[in-house]
């Protein structure tokens, strides 16, 4: 597990090596993060969801995009996932549907599967500032782990710090088991079990 109190503009830790993953697995990158200013985060999600929908506005071929070629029926197996998948995302832009969903957690969950093309979903403690965040980011070797993550810490550190981090192997076609806390001190409910509802 790797951890980040560091001051801002620390260069960002590579990605804990795992093993190679089989066809039957993909990754899992968690990180939790502490978001000191809400406002902050909040312009920062709109940003970055606005460009992911400048990349993909007017596309004819996103049916064909081969990242959710390779999570076709995976989604499935994410039982009680409230968040929206990759495909509704990419379905939402097809339809030129509203994708922002009023939570500036979701929203950038959102931005970051139109930019890297891996699911993902950020989940916040229900109250306190600062605000504690658990993101988890899903990703087959052929997808962009390492962009996710760049997206990802770039933006907390704009705003906030990374507290930790771990990338894991995991079954493919299982549910996703409940994740263990990733620092040394309690956390609420919702970011211990992996609950996919996020409470404001």
Request: net charge negative; charged share 25%; with cysteine.
């Amino acid at each position: 597990m790797q951890t980040d109190r560091g001051p801002a503009g620390t260069a960002t830790p590579v990605i804990e090596p795992v093993e190679e993953a089989t066809a039957g697995e993909c990754r899992r990158l968690r990180i939790v993060a502490e978001v000191a200013d809400a406002r902050a985060w909040g312009a920062a999600a709109d940003r970055l969801l606005a460009c992911g929908r400048r990349r993909w506005r007017d596309r004819t071929d996103i049916a064909d995009h081969p990242a959710l070629r390779r999570w076709a029926g995976v989604q499935e197996s994410r039982h009680g996932l409230e968040h929206p998948c990759l495909r509704t995302v990419f379905d939402a832009i097809s339809a030129d549907a509203e994708i922002a969903f009023g939570d500036p957690y979701a929203d950038f969950a959102a931005a970051v599967m139109l930019l890297s093309s891996c699911p993902a979903e950020a989940i916040a403690q229900p109250v306190g500032e600062p605000r504690t965040v658990c993101f988890s980011v899903y990703a087959f070797r052929e997808d962009d782990l390492p962009l996710a993550e760049d997206l990802i810490t770039t933006t907390v550190r704009s705003c906030g710090i990374v507290v930790a981090r771990r990338c894991t192997t995991v079954r493919r076609a299982s549910a996703p088991r409940h994740a263990l806390p990733l620092v040394d001190h309690p956390l609420p409910e919702p970011l211990v079990s992996g609950s996919t509802t996020a409470p404001r």
